[in-house]
Structures are given as structure tokens and as C-alpha cells.
């Protein structure tokens, strides 16, 4: 495992292809599929949107945070506020408690490989704070615009770091992470920073974000995890494609370091566990 972790801290992320079997794969993908099936969006509309930070952060978005929540995604409804496709084919994400209340999603993120890994890459106490199922749906998936995961997880010193499971190919055509190689030794450009229930983005520098040309497409097979610096500039293309692009995330800090009042995420009756 040594020369791995010597390549994270060189290029600020980590690409272990096969960490998650087929078999693990297709029974997170199916509980979350049932997850979609029993949400009954009813009157709320809750879109999750990086591009329009006030969209995604109503009190569905904070409450989301001990919960399991169900986010649509921008491009999901008509102009009459339909669904232009089936409701399956129509959620964003799945967030951001499912690691804590759902057993399949606890299952999937905890164990020893898991746990040793994350203690290489330097989390002594791990908290692990946020679960996220990413769909990336086929037409209308989203862009994820240039950003840094530290900013919605402020720590001293800084700790989070980010598990991105892939659960689908992820490729260049259906909108794949890209990243600024090397990126996470630059500084933190900008915080979410939440003041009671409301929430805003706070610039702290102004260095620009990396022009495209000098990303790297992380394309990888369904089963890979890629780990990476909550400093790494990253983001991810709207998928225009006609195939999905389903991918789980966690992010954890350390609890060596101070975790900020103004973070969005708070717990205030789940406790927090790591990956044991
Ligand atoms: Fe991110």
C-alpha cells in the first residue's frame, strides 16, 4: 500500500480499481433503486443544484443531514412542473445519512479494507460525516461545477477527504469526475458557511479554478474507488449521454482536528461513527 498513499500525497487522489465486488455493487445500486421507488415526492421539489447554491439549501437540504432524502435533478421537470421522465430516472441524489440509518449503505461503507485504508491516508479517528448516491442520470444528469469538498467541511487542520465509489463505468461521455492533478497543495478558494438555517459560499481566495485543459478525466469501471484530498479541485460534466452514471461518495474527517460551527452538516442526534 506504501507506493499508492506516496502517489495520493504527490497528485492528491487515488485510483484503486475492483475495491468493490459485483456483487457489492448491485446491492447498493438495487437498495437505492428501492429507496427512489418508496419516496413520494408529494408537493415538494427539492432540486439539488451546484450551479445555484440557494436552490439546493431550503430545510429538506439541511434536515437531509440525519436523513435520507430524495433531490431531483434540475433538468428533472417541464415547464408545467411535471416529471419529464419516470421518477427513477429523475432524482439527483440520495443524501446524506444513508451510511448511518439504511443497513445496506452501512454495510457498503464500513469494514476493515475500508477502515485501514482510510488510516493510510491519514485519518487517525475518522468521522465519517456524509454519504451521498450519486445518479448522474442519462439526458439530464447535472454539471458539478470546479470545486473543492473542503469547503463544505471546514476543519483545523484540514481533514476531509473524499471516497467516490464507482458504481457504473464512468467515462468522458456520461460525466465523469475530473481533477487538477496535484491541485490540493493550492489553497482553499471558497467555504459554505451556514449562519442559522441559512446558508451561503464565502470566498476566501481568489486563485482561478483550473481551466479545462489542464484537467485529467478520471475514467474508471463500476467497483473502483477513487480517494481524494478535500483541497483537490475536481468537477464533473452534465451527462448527455443515454447511460446513467450511478456513484457513492463519503466524506470523513479526522476528530484530531476542529470541525467548524459554520459547516452546513451538523448532528445533533445521530452520533458519528467512523469506519468500523
Ligand atoms: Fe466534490
Given at each position: ?5 506516496a ?7 487515488l ?8 456483487a457489492e455493487?448491485?446491492a ?12 413520494d415526492p ?5 432540486i439539488f ?11 429538506e ?19 408545467q ?6 421518477k427513477?430516472?429523475?432524482i439527483?441524489?440520495?443524501?446524506h ?20 485504508l ?7 479517528q ?6 451521498m ?6 439526458g ?8 473543492q469538498d ?11 477527504t ?10 468522458r461521455d456520461?460525466?465523469?469526475?475530473w ?7 493550492g ?14 459560499m ?7 479554478w ?6 485529467v ?14 483541497l483537490l479541485p ?12 450511478h ?7 479526522d ?6 460551527e459554520?459547516n452546513?452538516?451538523r ?10
Open positions: 500500500m506504501d507506493a499508492p498513499i502517489r495520493y500525497h504527490e497528485d492528491g487522489y485510483v484503486l480499481p475492483g475495491f468493490k465486488s459485483g455493487v448491485a447498493l445500486r438495487q437498495r437505492a433503486l428501492a429507496i427512489v421507488e418508496a419516496f408529494g408537493d415538494r421539489r427539492t443544484s451546484t450551479t445555484d447554491q440557494a436552490r439546493g439549501t431550503g430545510d437540504f439541511l434536515a437531509s443531514a440525519e436523513g435520507i432524502h430524495c433531490f431531483f435533478e434540475e433538468e428533472a421537470f417541464d415547464a412542473g411535471r416529471l419529464k421522465q419516470a427513477a430516472l429523475s439527483n441524489k440520495i443524501g445519512a444513508m451510511h448511518d440509518l439504511d443497513p445496506v449503505f452501512d454495510a457498503f461503507s464500513r469494514g476493515p479494507r475500508i477502515a485501514a482510510a488510516r493510510a491516508l491519514g485519518l487517525e475518522p468521522q465519517l460525516w456524509q454519504s448516491y450519486i445518479f448522474k442520470q442519462p439530464i444528469g447535472g454539471e458539478v461545477k470546479w470545486h473542503a469547503s463544505f467541511f471546514d476543519t483545523t487542520p484540514g481533514s476531509v473524499a471516497f467516490w465509489f464507482a458504481l457504473e463505468d464512468a467515462t456520461n460525466g465523469c469526475l481533477v487538477q492533478p496535484g491541485g490540493h497543495r489553497p482553499l478558494r471558497e467555504r459554505f458557511v451556514r449562519e442559522g438555517d441559512t446558508v451561503r464565502q470566498a476566501l481566495d481568489d486563485t482561478p483550473p481551466d479545462t485543459a489542464s484537467a478525466p478520471v475514467e474508471v469501471a463500476a467497483g473502483t474507488l477513487v480517494c481524494f484530498h478535500g475536481h468537477w464533473s460534466a452534465p451527462n448527455r449521454s443515454p447511460v446513467s452514471r456513484a457513492y461518495t463519503l466524506h470523513a474527517t476528530a484530531r482536528c476542529h470541525y467548524a459554520t452546513w452538516l448532528r445533533e442526534r445521530l452520533p458519528l461513527r467512523g469506519f468500523d
